[in-house]
């Protein structure tokens, strides 16, 4: 693990994003070796996944932004509510895991619906 890593899995625990458990969690994850590809690891990681989720008929908006760098073991961390939304949308993670692999940059995924609500997932 990098001291980078490590840094962003505190950071997240500081701010709030994560509990202690579960920065204890990816700590461990982490340490135990990490075989992704190198645009999961490389210092120009320093980008996020981010999943913006709008219902329709509410002001309720779910942001979920992820480093990049830590994305694939953080994702165990994603609220059960936005796993359910993204599944209703037919939004395959682990199909939007092997775009980034293969080198996908900004939007990934755009979808509005005729009742109003929207999922937008893109690298930053």
Do not use: H, W
Request: charged letters at 35%; glycine letters at 6%; a negative charge.
């Amino acid at each position: 693990m990098t001291g980078e890593e490590r840094r962003k899995i505190l950071e997240m625990c500081a701010n709030g994003t994560i509990t202690a458990d579960e920065a204890d969690k990816l700590l461990g994850t982490v340490e135990e070796g990490d075989n992704s590809p190198a645009i999961f690891r490389s210092s120009r990681s320093k980008r996020f996944l981010r999943i913006e989720i709008q219902e329709a008929d509410s002001n309720e908006r779910v942001e979920v932004n992820v480093p990049l760098a830590l994305c694939k073991m953080a994702m165990s961390f994603m609220p059960q509510r936005t796993k359910e939304e993204l599944d209703s949308q037919g939004i395959d993670l682990d199909e939007i895991f092997q775009m980034i692999y293969e080198g996908a940059e900004g939007e990934l995924v755009n979808i509005d619906t005729e009742d109003g609500e929207s999922v937008r997932i893109y690298l930053d």
